[in-house]
């Protein structure tokens, strides 16, 4: 066994290797960790470099797979890539699930019956407050897609990000989530992280890397401490949680990341729900 796969196993190091495919988004929200909106510069990593990470991740013992960006489905292969990670890791795939119509759609179900969920973006069951901070017809969009989706078999998590909903207004959202197919089990709740555009704006609850699970995360400019690691402010990626250059082969940065983590009680990385 390495001793990567003793680590994980023993919960000094999270199982889960994310990948940022890409960094560039249909939408501009407000709160946005990387800044992402249409024209920003890609940072794309290839399938084939994503299948490269996973089958070294499933070597060295890590049990799970991320996917984030940017907007992963602005990818065309994307589907297929995140069946290929799922045959591999048990892989979740994030998503602002505004793009699940024709093609889109009918790709996506290649991933029914993998190990493969979606995690869609839903910050309020009322239109106009998740609309404020996601952009214009969000809400529409996504009540369409999730539904949509879980028809077709694909397993659909619903991710909200915001500061301390009231009762009425969690008590809505998770009704809706429930209609949509989407049960308790599959609803996380996150704060708004004060980097990226969050910090610009002055949104959002400071971190420290001792705040954010220590899952490695590898994006086409390195590894770092946590898929909040790489983040962009003014255009330029914050380089502060930075782990390596070097992500091939990915013991290089794993094993940076558990000389860092050695010596921290188990399970002491994160307490703000936002894996
Ligand atoms: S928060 Fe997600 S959906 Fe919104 S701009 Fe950023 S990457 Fe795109």
Redesign the pocket.
């Known amino acids: 066994m390495t001793a990567i796969a003793e680590a994980v196993r023993a919960g000094e190091l999270p199982g889960r290797v994310w990948m940022y495919s890409n960094y560039h ?1 249909n ?3 407000s ?4 800044e ?2 249409p024209k920003v510069s890609k940072r794309e990593l290839t399938s084939e470099a994503m299948i490269g990470v996973a089958h070294d991740a499933a070597d060295l013992g890590f049990t799970a797979l991320g996917v984030t ?3 992963p489905f602005l990818l065309p292969d994307m589907a297929h890539r995140l069946a290929e990670l799922g045959s591999i890791l048990p892989t979740v795939g994030l998503t ?1 699930g505004t793009l699940f119509t024709g093609r889109r759609l009918d790709a996506a179900e290649e991933l029914a019956g993998t190990d493969v969920a979606l995690q869609i ?1 839903l910050d309020s069951a009322d239109p106009d407050v998740n609309d404020a901070a ?1 952009g214009p017809e969000n809400f529409a969009k996504v009540v369409a897609a999730i539904p949509a989706l879980v028809e077709r078999g694909v397993t659909v998590r619903i991710a909200t990000t915001g500061q301390d909903p009231d009762a009425v207004a969690a008590a809505r959202l998770c009704a809706l989530h429930r209609d949509l197919g989407v049960p308790d089990e599959d609803h996380v709740v996150r704060p708004i992280i004060n980097r990226g555009r969050a910090a610009e704006a002055g949104m959002g609850v400071d971190v420290t890397e001792s705040d954010l699970p220590a899952e490695l995360t590898v994006t086409a400019d390195g590894a770092f401490w946590s898929p909040f690691g790489p983040t962009v402010v003014a255009g330029q990626l914050d380089t502060d949680l930075l782990l390596t250059r070097t992500t091939v082969p990915l013991r290089v940065p794993a094993q940076t990341l558990l000389g860092l983590l050695q010596g921290r009680p188990a399970g002491a990385d994160s307490t703000l729900n936002i894996r």
């Open positions: 988004c939408l501009a929200c709160y946005c960790l990387t992402s909106a960006g940017g907007e602002n973006s996601r």
